[in-house]
């Protein structure tokens, strides 16, 4: 039986009990005090455990909280050095100082007498995922990541800088892109060409600070007792419920039951333009002749309609983004100088998270608004759970919150578009936005297992791997002829494999979840709903099946399971026409 939740209490930052009610972290010694208790405390009783964790709980939740808001000011500033100061100073003087203690303090716990006298079934997926943490450290590795994250958010400033000029205005990629669903095929080739100049312009500054994180994170997989880095990250992002070959699984399924549909998408798609040859810059223009839909103007239009949104899904979501909204957690446009994508930052002390995203006001950025949103919703329900690693929720579940509210909110994007015309346009972009994704998360999933088994590899074997990897996952339709070389150098533009290696193949185990919730929402929308908050009222504190059965659905990305999912997507879809 379901429990249904009817309300959401407005958050106050919780008074401290084990920091003073005012401490910031200005050099190493200001915290480390804190740290040398927690490790020096006897634990003689359960009691005395929970105390420890709950206080250890404080400390990780303040500090999870100052290092998220030294990133977010970084990443809507990348041109500021203050800001860009501050995040490397933690990267490089606080998190050195903290691993070594993380690993004590895991082993103090693992040693305990008194863990199996707490009487807590979420003990065991926390101990798990403690007991991988002990096993793969590695003092030397230390360094080696604070290398690597200082590496790693070059990334972002390289693509910070991107823009492009188009009729005499300077543009951010994101508000060009745009224009690539303008009616008018010349002002179309003209951005895409535009846009994949300007990528490819920076194309070998990316293929040397690639490299140089390839060599990093397989140093780190060496000393820690692997043989290669994905083996290594199979292990530190605690992926216990699946496995290397699962994901082989979900490639094979993807190619044979979703790029069959992106194939035939792409053939209406070419004869509806009336046209020889389906070009890239063709992909995303409306076939009706019609002009892009504008779901909103601004970030603020883009809160009050979410607002409205959700509302008519359940009170607790409209409620977690209008606390958002009240405590100015968002930073939504897009502007020059601002870091690429969008992300939801949970905030662990607050229990408000901060969405940040890069809106030109199209039907992509309301996608991505309300797949934030359901980010927001998670981090708003979790943030009441006793001890972190109950809140730090792995990404296979994060993502099902997150692309659930997508498929589920799209059911009341009327509050979006006054014109049903608009409306049934906006839903077939984001039905056909799926089946196009599906098979791009398999592509940069499989590149990613061939990079990280192949360490030595040269940027030009990289590029013919992900060339023939891009193959077969792309339309056979679309010609990019004239275009190979922005073909092959479109894994450049996937964060993802800059910034967070490995975290990729969730968002299609999630998608397919997702669907299956949709699927669950329209023939029952108030008990579908129950148990997706449900779900995600959970956090991590129980395994990913259990949390996919709480919300509905199966954790499964078998063959047939994808079939099923995909032939539901294209009933949908055929009936928008």
Known sequence: MTQTIYALSIPEKPQRHYLPAVIQVFQWKDIEPYFIELNNRPLQSAAELRQWLLNRSELESFLQEDVAWRYIRMSCDTASLSFKEAFEFFVTEIEPNVAP?????????????????????????????????VDIFREENIPLFTEMQKKEQEFSAISGAMTVI?????????????????????????????????????????????????????QIACNAGFDNYRDYMFAAM?????????????????????????????????????????????????????SA????????DMMEKTIACFKKI????????????????????????????????????????FIFMNSADSVIDLTTMVHEGGHAIHSVLTRDLDYVPFRNIPSEIAELASMSMELVSMEHWDSFFSDPKDLTEARKEQLEQIIVALPWIAAIDQFQHWIYTHPGHHATERREEWHRINKRFSSSVVDYTGFVEAFDNQWQKQIHLFQYPFYYIEYGIAQLGALAVWRNYVTSPEKSVAQYLNALKLGYSTDMVTVYETAGVKFDFSQPYVRELASFLMSRLDKLG
């Open 166 to 218: 188009v009729d005499g205005q300077e543009l951010t990629l994101q508000q060009a892109s745009n224009l690539l669903k303008s009616q008018d095929p010349e002002v179309r080739k003209n951005v895409f060409e535009k846009i994949a100049a300007r990528r490819l312009q920076d194309k070998e500054p990316l293929d040397k600070l690639f490299d140089e994180l390839i060599g990093l994170r397989h």
């Open 101 to 133: 203690y993380t690993d004590k303090l895991n082993r103090k716990l693992l040693d305990c007498e008194h863990v199996s006298a707490l009487n807590d079934a979420r003990m065991e997926i926390m101990l798990r995922g403690i007991r991988k943490q």
């Open 238 to 290: 605690g992926r216990f419920d699946y496995s290397v070959d699962d994901c082989e699984r979900f490639h094979n399924a993807i190619a044979q039951e979703v790029v069959p549909l992106l194939n035939e998408l792409h053939r209406k798609r070419k004869q509806e333009l009336k046209t020889d040859c389906l070009h890239p810059w063709d992909t995303s223009v409306s076939t009706s002749g019609r």
């Open 314 to 353: 359940h009170p607790v979501a409209a409620q977690s983004m209008q606390l958002l909204r009240d405590l100015k957690q968002v930073d939504l446009d897009s502007r020059k100088g601002k870091a690429p994508g969008g992300y939801n930052y949970p905030l662990y002390e607050t229990g408000v998270p």
């Open 293 to 300: 839909p504008v779901p909103f103007r601004g970030g603020d």
